[in-house]
T-cell receptor, first 110, second 114 residues
Framework: GENVEQHPSTLSVQEGDSAVIKCTYS??????FPWYKQELGKGPQLIIDIRSNVGEKKDQRIAVTLNKTAKHFSLHITETQPEDSAVYFC?????????FGTGTRLKVLA | DAGVIQSPRHEVTEMGQEVTLRCKPI?????LFWYRQTMMRGLELLIYFNNNVPIDDSGMPEDRFSAKMPNASFSTLKIQPSEPRDSAVYFC????????????FGDGTRLSIL
Protein backbone atom coordinates (compact mmCIF):
# COMPACT_ATOMS: atom_id res chain seq x y z
CA GLY A 1 0.00 0.00 0.00
CA GLU A 2 0.94 3.65 -0.01
CA ASN A 3 3.75 4.46 2.36
CA VAL A 4 5.85 7.43 3.46
CA GLU A 5 9.14 6.82 5.22
CA GLN A 6 10.66 9.64 7.27
CA HIS A 7 14.21 9.95 8.65
CA PRO A 8 15.66 10.56 11.12
CA SER A 9 13.26 9.84 13.95
CA THR A 10 15.17 12.19 16.25
CA LEU A 11 17.56 15.02 15.43
CA SER A 12 19.56 17.25 17.75
CA VAL A 13 21.32 20.34 16.44
CA GLN A 14 23.07 23.30 17.98
CA GLU A 15 21.29 26.63 17.79
CA GLY A 16 22.21 28.35 14.56
CA ASP A 17 23.00 25.14 12.70
CA SER A 18 20.87 23.69 9.89
CA ALA A 19 18.50 20.73 10.15
CA VAL A 20 17.44 18.42 7.34
CA ILE A 21 14.60 15.90 7.46
CA LYS A 22 14.03 13.47 4.60
CA CYS A 23 10.97 11.61 3.35
CA THR A 24 10.45 8.98 0.70
CA TYR A 25 7.05 8.13 -0.77
CA SER A 26 5.92 5.02 -2.60
CA UNK A 27 3.06 6.22 -4.81
CA UNK A 28 4.44 7.94 -7.90
CA UNK A 29 1.03 9.55 -8.48
CA UNK A 30 1.41 11.66 -5.33
CA UNK A 31 1.37 15.32 -6.25
CA UNK A 32 1.11 17.32 -3.02
CA PHE A 33 3.60 17.28 -0.15
CA PRO A 34 2.88 19.29 3.02
CA TRP A 35 5.10 19.58 6.09
CA TYR A 36 3.63 20.01 9.56
CA LYS A 37 5.12 21.10 12.87
CA GLN A 38 3.56 19.75 16.05
CA GLU A 39 4.33 21.27 19.43
CA LEU A 40 3.51 19.57 22.70
CA GLY A 41 -0.22 19.54 23.38
CA LYS A 42 -1.05 21.13 20.03
CA GLY A 43 -2.30 19.96 16.67
CA PRO A 44 -0.06 19.74 13.60
CA GLN A 45 0.46 23.14 11.99
CA LEU A 46 1.29 23.51 8.30
CA ILE A 47 4.68 25.17 7.83
CA ILE A 48 5.32 24.71 4.13
CA ASP A 49 4.07 22.65 1.22
CA ILE A 50 5.13 21.83 -2.32
CA ARG A 51 3.36 20.56 -5.40
CA SER A 52 4.78 18.13 -7.91
CA ASN A 53 5.26 20.74 -10.62
CA VAL A 54 7.83 22.55 -8.47
CA GLY A 55 11.27 21.34 -7.45
CA GLU A 56 11.95 23.71 -4.58
CA LYS A 57 10.13 26.21 -2.39
CA LYS A 58 11.47 28.53 0.25
CA ASP A 59 9.89 30.58 3.02
CA GLN A 60 12.39 32.53 5.10
CA ARG A 61 14.42 29.94 7.06
CA ILE A 62 12.45 26.97 5.78
CA ALA A 63 12.80 25.28 2.40
CA VAL A 64 11.48 22.10 0.84
CA THR A 65 12.95 20.23 -2.11
CA LEU A 66 11.28 17.55 -4.21
CA ASN A 67 12.87 14.91 -6.43
CA LYS A 68 10.02 13.19 -8.27
CA THR A 69 12.29 10.73 -10.03
CA ALA A 70 13.66 9.41 -6.77
CA LYS A 71 10.36 9.99 -4.93
CA HIS A 72 12.18 11.95 -2.24
CA PHE A 73 11.38 15.25 -0.58
CA SER A 74 13.20 17.06 2.18
CA LEU A 75 12.69 19.84 4.71
CA HIS A 76 15.57 22.21 5.37
CA ILE A 77 15.63 24.58 8.33
CA THR A 78 18.49 27.06 8.46
CA GLU A 79 19.71 29.12 11.42
CA THR A 80 17.76 26.96 13.83
CA GLN A 81 16.34 28.53 16.99
CA PRO A 82 15.11 26.95 20.25
CA GLU A 83 11.51 27.58 19.18
CA ASP A 84 12.05 25.27 16.21
CA SER A 85 12.12 22.36 18.67
CA ALA A 86 9.05 20.22 17.91
CA VAL A 87 7.96 17.11 16.04
CA TYR A 88 7.87 17.49 12.26
CA PHE A 89 5.72 15.37 9.95
CA CYS A 90 5.87 15.03 6.20
CA UNK A 91 2.93 13.82 4.14
CA UNK A 92 2.18 12.84 0.57
CA UNK A 93 -1.16 12.84 -1.21
CA UNK A 94 -2.78 12.51 -4.61
CA UNK A 95 -6.35 12.89 -3.39
CA UNK A 96 -7.85 14.31 -0.21
CA UNK A 97 -6.17 11.57 1.82
CA UNK A 98 -2.76 12.31 3.31
CA UNK A 99 -0.24 9.58 4.03
CA PHE A 100 1.87 10.83 6.91
CA GLY A 101 5.44 9.98 7.80
CA THR A 102 6.24 8.76 11.29
CA GLY A 103 7.62 12.10 12.48
CA THR A 104 10.99 13.59 13.44
CA ARG A 105 11.59 14.99 16.89
CA LEU A 106 13.88 17.99 16.45
CA LYS A 107 15.75 19.39 19.43
CA VAL A 108 17.60 22.66 19.06
CA LEU A 109 20.21 23.00 21.77
CA ALA A 110 20.91 26.51 23.04
CA ASP B 1 -9.99 33.98 11.94
CA ALA B 2 -10.86 31.17 14.29
CA GLY B 3 -9.20 27.87 13.53
CA VAL B 4 -10.63 24.40 13.91
CA ILE B 5 -12.18 24.08 17.37
CA GLN B 6 -12.36 20.77 19.18
CA SER B 7 -13.99 19.86 22.46
CA PRO B 8 -13.37 18.62 25.00
CA ARG B 9 -9.59 19.02 25.12
CA HIS B 10 -9.26 16.13 27.55
CA GLU B 11 -11.62 13.27 28.32
CA VAL B 12 -11.13 10.55 30.90
CA THR B 13 -13.78 7.90 31.19
CA GLU B 14 -14.25 4.28 32.14
CA MET B 15 -14.32 1.39 29.78
CA GLY B 16 -17.75 0.74 28.36
CA GLN B 17 -18.89 4.35 28.48
CA GLU B 18 -19.98 6.31 25.44
CA VAL B 19 -17.59 9.05 24.32
CA THR B 20 -18.49 11.94 22.03
CA LEU B 21 -15.87 14.20 20.52
CA ARG B 22 -16.85 17.44 18.84
CA CYS B 23 -15.42 19.56 16.07
CA LYS B 24 -16.19 22.92 14.51
CA PRO B 25 -14.36 23.36 11.20
CA ILE B 26 -13.11 26.63 9.76
CA UNK B 27 -15.99 28.55 8.22
CA UNK B 28 -16.18 28.02 4.47
CA UNK B 29 -14.22 24.77 4.47
CA UNK B 30 -15.97 22.00 2.55
CA UNK B 31 -13.89 19.09 3.83
CA LEU B 32 -13.64 17.72 7.34
CA PHE B 33 -11.27 14.99 8.49
CA TRP B 34 -11.03 12.95 11.69
CA TYR B 35 -7.61 11.54 12.64
CA ARG B 36 -6.29 9.45 15.51
CA GLN B 37 -2.72 9.80 16.77
CA THR B 38 -0.91 7.16 18.82
CA MET B 39 2.75 6.44 19.45
CA MET B 40 2.45 3.05 17.80
CA ARG B 41 0.49 3.96 14.67
CA GLY B 42 1.19 7.66 14.20
CA LEU B 43 -1.45 9.80 12.50
CA GLU B 44 -4.24 7.74 10.99
CA LEU B 45 -7.15 9.06 8.95
CA LEU B 46 -10.41 7.66 10.29
CA ILE B 47 -13.01 9.30 8.06
CA TYR B 48 -13.57 12.39 5.97
CA PHE B 49 -16.59 14.36 4.84
CA ASN B 50 -17.29 16.60 1.87
CA ASN B 51 -20.21 19.01 2.17
CA ASN B 52 -21.40 17.09 5.25
CA VAL B 53 -21.46 13.73 3.42
CA PRO B 54 -19.08 10.92 4.51
CA ILE B 55 -16.80 10.11 1.59
CA ASP B 56 -14.35 7.57 2.95
CA ASP B 57 -14.72 5.78 6.28
CA SER B 58 -12.26 2.98 5.52
CA GLY B 59 -10.08 4.06 8.42
CA MET B 60 -12.77 3.67 11.07
CA PRO B 61 -11.43 0.81 13.19
CA GLU B 62 -14.64 -0.87 14.26
CA ASP B 63 -18.40 -0.55 14.38
CA ARG B 64 -17.97 0.97 17.82
CA PHE B 65 -16.84 4.14 16.04
CA SER B 66 -19.27 6.41 14.24
CA ALA B 67 -19.07 9.95 12.87
CA LYS B 68 -21.67 12.44 11.79
CA MET B 69 -21.75 15.88 10.28
CA PRO B 70 -25.28 17.27 10.67
CA ASN B 71 -24.33 20.66 9.25
CA ALA B 72 -21.40 22.57 7.80
CA SER B 73 -20.21 23.85 11.15
CA PHE B 74 -20.34 20.78 13.37
CA SER B 75 -19.17 17.18 13.43
CA THR B 76 -19.03 14.46 16.07
CA LEU B 77 -17.00 11.31 16.50
CA LYS B 78 -18.62 8.81 18.82
CA ILE B 79 -17.20 5.68 20.43
CA GLN B 80 -19.67 3.28 22.01
CA PRO B 81 -18.73 1.26 23.96
CA SER B 82 -15.24 2.63 24.63
CA GLU B 83 -12.24 0.37 25.32
CA PRO B 84 -8.79 1.12 26.80
CA ARG B 85 -7.17 0.62 23.38
CA ASP B 86 -9.14 3.61 22.09
CA SER B 87 -6.97 5.87 24.24
CA ALA B 88 -5.27 8.32 21.87
CA VAL B 89 -5.34 11.93 20.71
CA TYR B 90 -8.12 12.55 18.21
CA PHE B 91 -7.72 15.42 15.75
CA CYS B 92 -10.17 17.12 13.49
CA UNK B 93 -8.98 19.00 10.40
CA UNK B 94 -10.71 20.96 7.67
CA UNK B 95 -9.83 22.09 4.16
CA UNK B 96 -11.25 23.98 1.22
CA UNK B 97 -12.27 22.39 -2.04
CA UNK B 98 -9.49 21.17 -4.32
CA UNK B 99 -6.93 18.38 -4.20
CA UNK B 100 -3.72 19.78 -2.84
CA UNK B 101 -5.35 22.23 -0.49
CA UNK B 102 -3.76 22.15 2.96
CA UNK B 103 -5.59 20.64 5.88
CA UNK B 104 -5.84 22.77 9.01
CA PHE B 105 -5.83 20.88 12.29
CA GLY B 106 -7.45 21.58 15.63
CA ASP B 107 -5.57 21.05 18.90
CA GLY B 108 -7.12 17.67 19.48
CA THR B 109 -8.92 15.76 22.20
CA ARG B 110 -6.74 13.63 24.46
CA LEU B 111 -8.87 10.59 25.30
CA SER B 112 -8.04 8.21 28.13
CA ILE B 113 -10.17 5.11 28.66
CA LEU B 114 -9.58 3.49 32.05
Amino acid sequence: GENVEQHPSTLSVQEGDSAVIKCTYSDSASNYFPWYKQELGKGPQLIIDIRSNVGEKKDQRIAVTLNKTAKHFSLHITETQPEDSAVYFCAASKTYKYIFGTGTRLKVLA
Amino acid sequence: DAGVIQSPRHEVTEMGQEVTLRCKPISGHDYLFWYRQTMMRGLELLIYFNNNVPIDDSGMPEDRFSAKMPNASFSTLKIQPSEPRDSAVYFCASATEGVGQPQHFGDGTRLSIL
